[in-house]
């Protein structure tokens, strides 16, 4: 099995920032790629931001030059660097990753989410 572990939301006010960490561990033999998702209130869950094993990144246009995703590949652990925040950014937002467990393709796993609570 594969584990994901979200940490570093919390609330600040509008113009702030956070980063948020996600480790991921457990049985892994190849992470494709590595993403952040939210979902506020009353919503579908959406894309934030991904970065692939290349270094592609690819972002939502309501974050782009806001965030920004980096990884460490040795550490297994993907960040997301959240500036310029709005409170339209509030939302518990979740750490994906498609992975090889050693069965020989990707899978989807998920975190259980942290939550980002941006004042206005």
């Known amino acids: 099995q594969v584990q994901l572990v979200e940490s570093g939301g919390g609330l600040v006010q509008a113009g702030g920032s956070l980063r948020l960490s996600c480790a991921a561990s457990g049985s892994i033999v190849t992470i494709y790629r590595m993403g952040w998702y939210r979902q506020a209130p009353g919503n579908g869950r959406e894309l934030v931001a991904v970065?692939?094993?290349?270094?592609?990144?690819n972002y939502a246009d309501s974050v782009r030059g806001r965030f920004t995703i980096t990884r460490d590949y040795a550490a297994k652990t993907v960040y997301l660097q959240m500036n310029s925040l709005k409170p339209e950014d509030t939302a518990g937002y979740y750490c994906?990753?498609?992975?090889?467990?050693?069965?020989?393709?990707?899978?989807?796993?998920w975190g259980k989410g942290t939550l980002v609570t941006v004042s206005s």
């Open positions: 994906n990753a498609f992975v090889d467990n050693g069965a020989g393709y990707g899978m989807d796993y």
């Open positions: 970065i692939t094993s290349g270094g592609s990144r």
